[in-house]
């Protein structure tokens, strides 16, 4: 078993997390590029890390994660338990030989979903003030047909302790952060919060096809060890940000 630790505070990290999502918690504020990471092959604590078997276990988490952003999207995840062996191959080996072509020659169609047939938006919250992610699907439409941000989205579920709700010409609602004290980062960028969760989707979802956020608050330590006995469903592959 190998460990891959953080060199500059000797974190370790799991295979089972999106990388970026470990970098925005963990070095968002440092910027230290190169990220300088540590391979262990000894001293593998399993109350913080968990263990992975091989590439047979990275392949069962990578899929069961595929069915169950299918399943909070479209209520079905036939999609992909009626893949074709060579297509499922053809999608995870893409992943470890980082071929974007034929990586998405396949997930176009799981990803391609026409607005009307999706029930809910696959997201997955990370906020380094909690032992744990938050997924709490959300509508990606109002009442009135018209598109949810993703302002209103975490104001709604997840933080609006943090968020201003303010109503600006036009009638369009937007959120906005009270003061500066957090950032909410997708894929290591400052989130523009009237940003419609149905383009988060189909632009800035993971290979998973989650939306990941992290939400930073300034001057919390980020205690990354929970996550990583956790997240078990939340698997991306080792070091693969898409």
């Excluded at 990220?35 to 593998?44: A, E, F, K, S, V």
């Excluded at 299918?70 to 036939?78: H, I, Q």
């Excluded at 080996?93 to 020659?105: H, K, N, Q, R, V």
């Excluded at 988060?200 to 990354?224: P, W």
Aim: charged fraction near 20%.
């Amino acid at each position: 078993q190998m460990c891959i630790r953080d060199r500059y505070n000797n974190t370790p990290l799991g295979w089972n997390i999106p990388v970026g999502v470990l970098f925005d918690l963990l070095q968002a504020d440092l910027q230290i590029v190169p990220w300088p990471l540590t391979l262990h092959y000894r001293g593998l604590h399993e109350e913080q890390i968990v263990r992975c078997s091989g590439i047979d276990s990275i392949r069962f988490f990578y899929i069961n994660a595929l069915k169950e952003a299918m399943y909070l999207r479209t209520n079905s995840s036939k999609e992909i338990m009626n893949m074709a062996k060579e297509e499922e191959n053809k999608l995870v080996e893409s992943i470890f030989t980082m071929d974007f072509t034929a990586f998405w020659s396949i997930n176009s169609k799981l990803i391609d979903v026409a607005k009307e047939d999706i029930k809910k938006a696959s997201i997955r919250v990370y906020q380094n003030t909690l032992d744990n992610y938050i997924q709490l699907p959300g509508n990606i439409l109002d009442e009135k047909g018209k598109n949810i941000t993703i302002g209103e989205y975490l104001h709604t579920y997840i933080c609006p302790q943090l968020l201003d709700k303010i109503v600006v010409d036009g009638g369009v609602v937007v959120e906005k952060a009270k003061g500066k004290s957090i950032k909410i980062l997708i894929h290591g960028i400052e989130c523009a919060l009237d940003t419609p969760l149905h383009w988060m989707l189909l632009n800035m979802a993971y290979i998973d096809n989650f939306i990941y956020i992290v939400i930073l608050t300034e001057g919390k330590q980020r205690n990354i060890y929970p996550f990583l006995t956790y997240s078990l469903s939340s698997l991306l592959l080792s070091l693969i940000h898409i």
